[in-house]
């Protein structure tokens, strides 16, 4: 039977499959790869988004929900990213982009198809969930009926009556905006053109990008702190001062990075077997090396996903605290890249058995550092001690690099899934204030959205709460929480200014139209109110065209002349236009308003131009600028 998808997500999350990932984008990359597709409106953009879709993917296996199918998950994120993208590039590029409203797919010339491209998967997404399900494995994946009720645990009868309904729905959202259809049509069209065609170099494309990837803090400082001796002891004091005063029991760490190892190898060559630690179920592999790599070898032949950790896990139990330093060796001599799954799953084993050896061998034997499994196991276990070592030890660990400070985030990443007020505290032992926010804001990375909420409430009020505050926005609206995040903002002015305004609004309208509406109006600062309604109209209008004008014909207070240019700019040709003609100021409106339709007039839809120009007001200045331009059809 195949696996599915959540066999192989948690697969992947577990120890990090790279064959589990590669059939997860195999099997998903058409649907991802055409949503983005309808989007964008650009094959190179939309390669751009599969890739981060699945990226996403990667850092975030192990927190998708399990009641929630994969199928609707991917769809989403595409859709988001793709539609971030596309007003990225426009404020990027400072020009018109190819609106998507308009835009007629390559590969999909049936003008039937051309009229539901650019709002099936907006209007999908207005489905209840059981429903958008159903129709995306169904239609979206052209997956059988007996499939579908497989994949969701519900009969087939259940599967066939959603799939209708369904169907049923979207024929009337596409009706409500004046595209008739009917449910068959829809049955026809969508297997044949929702998912589009991809190359199996774009799918081993993103598997190579999307491996080895975990959630790391952002690498953006290069800024070395310089420290004396002295400093370098104080802040080593500090963390013994602030890991002791949060309870844990703590042992010192050696200063020499080496020391771990040396010590584990002194206290294994004079003692008897009896006489070394030992767990309840730990018990010394009695083979010798040779015969230990040559079971190594017979594992790492396996082809079974199943019996291959399952023999690897088996071997590590056996081993003895003198016997990882070799196995690692081997490891490395039969070609295992400490990055893979069997390397991570060994190495973690021995940081939790033994973290200074394991620490010592990586230190000194890792060509990419040391592993951040090591670190995130020993944070789990002992973080007192893994935190002494790390300030003891490593260069520039509290210093201003982003890059330097990741044994310590990886440390308090573990330990803020158990103590958010611990992180908080341990955190002292950074000097500077902007690099303690950077470093609790990586940290906010990397959490599940119930430790992410722990760790902000953990937090005193001050910059650091505003920073990770605004940080989080992202995150909660990933699990759409946007009341929550609007809470948390609104009790913050400086998190309102740090977060992603126009990315928040966006999504919570995609969602909660009428609640979003009603949160900008409760937002205090009148920029902030302005950012929140360019990510609204923004994101409607590449969607919804005809929304976006009803919007603003809903709420005229909205036309303020910095708005209408952000978005005209934006939105496409059409709705430039449409903008422009909003803006009070007459000369920024008769000079953004001659772009737009100067523009419009160059591409293949020129006749649509000069039917929109007649059936508007078009100031004279502007009617006698276009007057003077030829008319050319390409």
């Not at 907006?122 to 129709?135: F, K």
Request: proline share 5%.
């Amino acid at each position: 039977m195949e696996l599915s998808d959540r066999d192989l997500l948690e697969r992947f999350a577990a120890g990090r499959d790279e064959a589990a990932f590669r059939l997860l984008v195999e099997r998903h990359l058409p649907l991802v790869h055409g949503v983005a597709r309808r989007i964008t409106a650009n094959e190179d953009l939309a390669k751009d988004v599969a890739q981060d879709t699945f990226m996403r993917l990667a850092r975030r296996a192990a927190l998708i929900p399990e009641n929630l199918s994969l199928t609707a998950w991917l769809h989403r994120v595409a859709q988001h990213l793709a539609i971030d993208l596309v007003r990225a590039e426009s404020r990027r590029k400072k020009r018109e982009i190819a609106n998507p409203y308009h835009a007629a797919m390559s590969n999909t010339p049936s003008p039937d198809w051309s009229a539901l491209a650019p709002l099936v998967d907006s209007l999908i997404n207005r489905l209840p969930t059981a429903e958008r399900e159903v129709l995306l494995l169904r239609y979206y994946r052209d997956q059988p009926h007996a499939e579908v009720a497989r994949q969701l645990g519900v009969s087939e009868v259940v599967a066939k009556k959603r799939a209708s309904r369904a169907l049923e729905k979207l024929r009337g959202l596409l009706a409500s905006r004046g595209i008739a259809t009917t449910t068959a049509a829809l049955a026809t069209l969508l297997p044949a053109n929702a998912a589009t065609p991809v190359s199996s170099t774009l799918a081993l494309s993103i598997s190579t990008v999307s491996k080895g990837v975990i959630p790391l803090a952002p690498q953006g400082l290069n800024l070395h702190l310089a420290m004396t001796s002295v400093q370098k002891s104080a802040i080593a004091g500090a963390a013994i001062v602030f890991m002791t005063s949060l309870g844990y029991a703590f042992r010192s760490s050696p200063e020499d990075p080496e020391a771990g190892v040396k010590s584990a190898a002194a206290l294994t060559a004079g003692s008897s077997e009896s006489t070394l630690p030992r767990t309840r179920n730990e018990r010394r592999n009695g083979a010798s090396s040779r015969e230990r790599l040559e079971r190594l070898r017979s594992i790492l032949a396996l082809s079974s996903r199943v019996e291959q950790p399952r023999q690897m896990l088996a071997f590590i139990g056996e081993l003895a605290p003198d016997q990882f330093e070799e196995t690692a060796d081997q490891l490395q001599e039969l070609g295992v890249d400490t990055g893979s799954s069997n390397f991570r799953m060994f190495l973690a084993a021995w940081a939790k058995r033994h973290p200074l050896g394991a620490v010592g061998w990586a230190r000194k034997s890792s060509a990419g550092g040391i592993p951040a499994v090591i670190f995130k196991t020993w944070g789990e276990d002992d973080p007192a001690t893994a935190v002494d070592w790390v300030v003891r030890n490593l260069p520039d660990v509290t210093g201003s690099d982003a890059k330097a400070r990741l044994p310590l985030v990886q440390i308090l990443s573990s330990l803020a899934t158990k103590d958010a007020s611990a992180v908080v505290k341990a955190l002292g032992v950074i000097p500077d204030e902007k690099d303690r926010i950077e470093a609790l804001n990586a940290i906010g990375t990397t959490l599940r959205i119930e430790d992410l909420e722990r760790l902000i409430a953990a937090t005193s009020d001050g910059p650091q709460r505003s920073a990770i505050v605004g940080a989080s926005v992202k995150t909660f609206a990933d699990y759409s929480k946007y009341g929550q995040a609007f809470e948390l903002l609104l009790a913050d002015k400086d998190a309102r200014h740090l977060a992603d305004i126009e990315s928040l609004f966006a999504r919570w309208h995609n969602d909660y139209p009428e609640d979003t509406l009603a949160a900008i109006d409760a937002l205090p600062e009148a920029k902030v109110r302005e950012q929140a309604k360019a990510g609204v109209l923004t994101r409607v209008g590449l969607l919804e065209p005809a929304d976006a004008i009803a919007l603003l014909d809903q709420h005229p207070e909205w036309t303020s002349d910095p708005l209408m240019l952000l978005v005209a700019d934006r939105c496409g040709l059409v709705l430039g236009a449409e903008f422009s003609l909003r803006i009070q100021d007459r000369e920024l409106r008769d000079k953004t308003l001659t772009r737009h339709l100067k523009a419009w007039l160059e591409t293949r839809q020129e006749p649509a131009a000069r039917k929109w120009i007649e059936q508007h007001e078009i100031p004279p200045s502007v009617r006698e600028v276009l007057e003077t331009r030829p008319s050319e059809n390409p």
